[in-house]
């Protein structure tokens, strides 16, 4: 696609329930990034993805957290038995790996996951 | 390891005045630098990057940054601030080679007086 697409880009959930978002990388990249921003804070790294491996996931923040990636394309990430805590906009982004880019990674619009 | 400081939470200029927005780094080796811009309920989009050519960037919407080695600094600048520059901005730091993890500052939120 033309451009990192995520959704839902807005999910309202009740504490205890488990959630699911998408992210759609750009076309033929072949990493992709998942970060957590906060109301008002910084970008927190979860996970990186090279294809369908993740050889960095240090910032997942606890086991209620996972993600996938298939066919080097989607990715999803899960957050089981949902906190209040996790409510944040999860941001999903892309690059081709390195391979010329200088690393550039492009974002998503992001998922804004409300835990009530 | 890596790292960026964003000197100021919070930046408010007049319109038309000069922009600066600081930011630092920390690299054992060389870096790829970055600025990145997030407007309201809005990703982050890129603004413009180093990549270890020319040391002065040019990027969009009048944005420009100066790698500065012996400071171990980025910083942003745009000569006169316009409305539209009100937003958040994310410097972030990597390196060549492959896979590298980003690392981004905790950001600067531009406010524009008129």
Not at chain 1, 68 to 93: F, H, K, M, N, P
Not at chain 2, 39 to 54: C, I, R
Not at chain 2, 96 to 109: E, I, L, N
Request: charged content about 15%.
């Amino acid at each position: 696609g033309a451009g990192v697409s995520q959704s839902p880009s807005n999910k309202v959930t009740e504490k205890g329930k488990d959630v699911e978002l998408r992210c759609d990388p750009i076309s033929g990249h072949t990493a992709l990034y998942w970060y957590r921003q906060r109301l008002g804070q910084g970008l927190e790294f979860l996970i990186y993805f090279q294809g369908n491996s993740a050889p960095d996931k240090s910032g997942l923040p606890s086991d209620r957290f996972s993600a996938e990636r298939t066919g080097e394309s989607v990715s999803t990430l899960t957050i089981q038995r949902t906190q209040q805590e996790d409510s944040a906009v999860y941001l999903c982004a892309s690059s081709d790996g390195g391979q010329g880019s200088g690393n550039t990674i492009y974002f998503g619009e992001g998922s804004w996951l409300t835990v009530v | 390891a890596q790292s960026v400081t964003q000197l100021g939470s919070h930046v408010s200029v007049s319109e038309g005045a000069l922009v600066l927005l600081r930011c630092n780094y920390s690299s054992s080796v060389p870096p790829y630098l970055f600025w990145y811009v997030q407007y309201p309920n809005q990703g982050l989009q890129l603004l413009l990057k180093y990549t270890s050519a020319a040391t002065l960037v040019k990027g969009i919407n009048g944005f420009e940054a100066e790698f500065k080695k012996s400071e171990t600094s980025f910083h942003l600048t745009k000569p006169s601030a316009h409305m539209s520059d009100a937003a958040e901005y994310f410097c972030a730091v990597t390196r060549s080679g492959g896979y590298q993890k980003v690392t981004f500052g905790t950001g600067t939120k531009l406010q524009v007086i008129p």
